[in-house]
């Protein structure tokens, strides 16, 4: 039966000094087909504490965005904010995929904060801030709706490709649909901002009647 005698962190293999082995187990056989070398409380408490450095990794690029969204004061800037923070977001997935050490994983999701809170801050204000008063509420809840909606799309398809593709495709495929949506989301709402203006019409002869 194969034994492995470690196991990763940090992204690197690291080497177990008990001697307890856990066994794998086919769970449509139930048949033992090979053992892993249980790791000690260290290296357990080490590994436990990944997620938490993603979390304030994350935070510290949402922390960093909020000054850059302060400065998306017209709505050519919001779309501009739009586009890039969404396309960032899938164009970190896609890096994701790649990635060989935690480190780097720790770096990556630094940007994920960022180029995510830009989107959605950009996002917000490009559309409450173009409507009136009276409908502002209603745009809200529609927005709401779209987004939640759109989560749960995610969520569904997320947990569909996890079941036929490897982690790694998975950050790959999710990454590459998103930068495909984001380009063509661009090509939609960015060229109309940047026309000029309709030059206004000359006033009649004689004045007004």
């Known amino acids: 039966m194969p034994t492995r005698q470690g196991g ?8 177990s000094p008990g001697s307890a082995v856990i066994n794998v187990i086919n769970p449509y056989t139930e048949e033992i087909i090979g053992g892993v070398r249980a790791m000690d409380q260290d290296a357990v408490d080490v590994a436990a504490d990944h997620p938490d450095k993603q979390v304030v990794f994350f935070a510290v690029g949402t922390a960093i965005a909020s000054r850059l969204v302060a400065r998306l004061i017209t709505d050519k800037r919001r779309a501009w904010g739009v586009t890039l923070g969404f396309g960032g977001c899938a164009l970190t997935c896609v890096a994701i995929s790649g990635v060989g050490h935690f480190s780097v994983y720790l770096i990556l999701a630094t940007v994920l904060g960022l180029a995510n809170a830009v989107g959605n801050g950009a996002l917000g204000p490009l559309f ?58 661009g090509l939609v709402i960015l060229p109309p901002l ?16």
Do not use: C, Y
Not at 8 to 15: H, K, L, R
């Open 8 to 15: 990763f962190i940090d992204g690197a293999w690291t080497e």
């Open 128 to 185: 409450l801030l173009r409507v009136a008063d009276a409908q502002r509420g209603r745009v809200m809840a529609a927005l709401n709706g779209v987004m939640s909606a759109g989560s749960i799309a995610a969520t569904i398809l997320g947990g569909a490709l996890g079941t036929a593709l490897s982690p790694r495709l998975v950050f790959l495929v999710s990454g590459a649909a998103g930068l495909l949506v984001a380009i063509v989301m």
């Open 194 to 209: 940047h026309r000029p203006d309709p030059k206004p019409l000359p006033p009649t002869e004689g004045g007004p009647s």
